[in-house]
């Protein structure tokens, strides 16, 4: 991070969180951009859909190295691997490589993983071989495992994708803050819709001629009638025509 970081962006390392509890995730609330891997990228995603999330890869080359960490640590034996993602690998290639006796599950989130956990062990596998949130319920009953590692190159790339991703969110609210002073500066009612015809800024005039504390967010068509709305915003097209608008008639250009 050192090495590739730039001084536009602001980083900071949070080793301990992972898993997919509500109460830890809490904790990236105020951050704009997380870097993270397996189950706990899915749980960021559904808990807080508002943070870019940039996922930090794992290929079959880091289950590989994973199997022959477990070759090497615990000789032939039956492995339990769990996956968050089926596409990470084919599980037919790792026992044909591997020459091991591989049985897969996929989890999503932490209560989904434990039961995968006791049901891989139940089978007979001897060591069970996953992340993080892994590690850490096999430490708690004291079972066989092998964590997967991430390639370095992986975590740079995701570290520049996290930087190139900074640098357009700046870049979006430097032209959202641009609008705003714009829009809040003009005398009249006045909003902007984009293509899909969401309100994306108001200012307070129109916020009062509509009677609602604000209009962003919500469709255009609540406040606009949707036959002028195609005629006008949407087509490009000027016209001027006499319509009825949140109770007042008015002539609409």
């Known amino acids: 991070i050192n090495r590739i970081r730039v001084k536009e962006v602001n980083f900071t390392t949070i080793l301990n969180i992972y898993g997919t509890d509500n109460r830890t995730l809490e904790a990236l609330k105020p951050y704009d951009i997380v ?3 397996g189950m706990t990228g899915l749980a960021v995603s559904k808990l807080y859909p508002e ?8 290929t079959s080359s880091d289950v590989l190295d994973s199997i022959l960490d477990v070759k090497n640590t615990y000789g032939p034996c039956k492995i339990g691997l769990i996956l968050s993602d089926n ?8 026992r044909e ?3 091991f006796d591989i049985e ?3 989890a999503e989130d932490e209560d989904g993983l434990e039961k995968k956990a006791m049901s891989l062990i139940s089978r007979g596998c001897d060591v069970l071989v996953g992340g993080l949130t892994l590690k850490d319920l096999c430490q708690k009953i004291d079972f066989p495992y092998v964590q997967i590692k991430t390639g370095v190159w992986a975590v740079e790339k995701s570290i520049r994708d996290a930087i190139v991703a900074a640098q357009i969110l700046d ?17 009249g009612c006045l909003f902007a819709v984009n293509t899909f015809g969401t309100v994306i800024a108001s200012n307070q005039k129109a916020n009062k001629f509509f009677s609602v504390d604000d209009m962003t967010g919500k469709s255009v068509t ?5 036959g ?8 490009g097209t000027k016209v001027e025509i006499v319509h009825n608008i949140a109770g007042k008639t008015m002539m609409v250009t």
């Open 222 to 226: 609540e406040f606009y009638p949707e």
């Open 228 to 235: 002028i709305l195609s005629m006008t915003t949407l087509s």
């Open 171 to 187: 870049r979006e609210r430097t032209k959202t803050s641009l609008l705003d002073s714009i829009i809040d500066s003009t005398s």
């Open 104 to 106: 897969a599950e996929y």
């Open 87 to 94: 596409t990470i690998c084919s599980i037919e290639a790792i």
């Open 35 to 37: 870097v993270v891997r």
């Open 51 to 58: 943070i870019n999330k940039i996922d930090i890869s794992i």
């Open 97 to 99: 490589i591997s020459g």
